[in-house]
């Protein structure tokens, strides 16, 4: 039987719409199975798509699944800030807190609302991420896809729910002109069990600090238009290697490539080591689903 829910259409990371990275969201998530979300998130075709669900502990102030078309995440950036947002504009959360839990398959994560209001900023502590050395191999086959030299870049795989190959490009005209061999990445992620590789490299001028970009053809996408999984790797990247070029917070620019223009907040808390990204939002739609079970 079809069960009528809430359902707001989100561009994160940008207050202009169609400029950042499209979420979509199920309000009223609760009383779908899996299958159902699952195949609405198959059907939306938007990297994710997050349902907010009553928590099962008192210490969050909601709960969250993101799923992309073909795979449950336990954590991405994007569908964070987005959910936040959208259970406040929903009157899931109060409008005028500014400290929130977020309950997702990664744990219970730290939220913070900077401005509240139409202008708000929403930032998310990311899950505390592993980096692993990558083979010669591997480094040989991300080089070559991307028309980089492998000793021009340093490079980590980098998991904080998702797993990304994180390379260090330098420079952001070298980021902003790479022409990337999908297929070659697509099938390095699936024998990986990545999510996707992701290039940065420092901006000269404008507001940004950093350019960087996120291919993840593997998972539906052939380049995602603005990551904050991605960004949160790259400062843990950044960290481990006690790359002090950005300073513990920046600016990331990244989707111009593909139509986009999103920025990411991205700081570094210098006693605790907590990686926090943020950005801004704009409602692009709002209504309701006419959504049965179909599990």
């Known amino acids: 039987m079809a069960s009528k829910r809430r359902f707001m259409q989100l561009d994160v990371f940008s207050r202009q719409p169609l400029k ?23 059907w939306t075709n938007l990297s994710e798509t997050a349902f907010l669900l009553l928590p099962t502990t008192p210490e969050a102030d909601y709960r969250v699944r993101i799923f992309t078309p073909r795979q449950e995440l336990p954590f991405a950036g994007h569908p964070s800030v987005g959910s936040a947002y959208a259970a406040i504009e929903a009157g899931l959360v109060a409008g005028s807190k500014t400290k929130l839990i977020q309950q997702c398959a990664a744990g219970l994560l730290p939220m913070e ?40 870049m340093q490079m980590s795989l980098v998991d904080n729910g998702p797993r990304w190959w994180v390379c260090d490009l330098q420079e952001a005209s070298r980021v902003r002109a790479l022409r990337p061999d999908l297929h070659a990445i697509q099938r390095l992620c699936e024998q990986h069990d990545a999510l996707g590789v992701s290039v940065f490299g420092q901006e000269r001028s404008g507001l940004a600090q950093m350019a960087v ?16 999984s991605a960004n949160a790797g790259i400062m843990a990247f950044l960290t481990s290697r006690g790359d002090t070029r950005y300073g513990l917070s920046y600016l990331a620019s990244q989707g111009r490539e593909i139509g986009h223009d999103g920025y990411v907040s991205v700081r570094r808390d210098p006693a ?8 801004q939002c704009v409602t692009v739609i709002r209504g309701e689903l006419d959504l049965a079970e179909i599990g």
């Open 213 to 228: 970009r996120a291919f993840c053809p593997g998972d539906g996408m052939s380049e995602d238009p603005v990551t904050g």
């Open 113 to 152: 609302i900077e401005n509240p209001g139409a202008q708000r900023i929403i930032h998310v502590q990311a899950p505390a991420a592993g980096l692993q050395d990558v083979s010669a191999e591997v480094r040989r086959i991300i080089a070559e896809a991307i028309g980089m030299a492998s000793h021009d």
């Open 20 to 42: 950042g990275n499209p979420l979509a969201v199920v309000i009223d998530g609760d009383g779908l199975d899996e299958a159902t979300m699952r195949a609405f998130a198959r």
């Open 272 to 279: 605790s080591g907590a990686i926090v990204i943020g950005g």
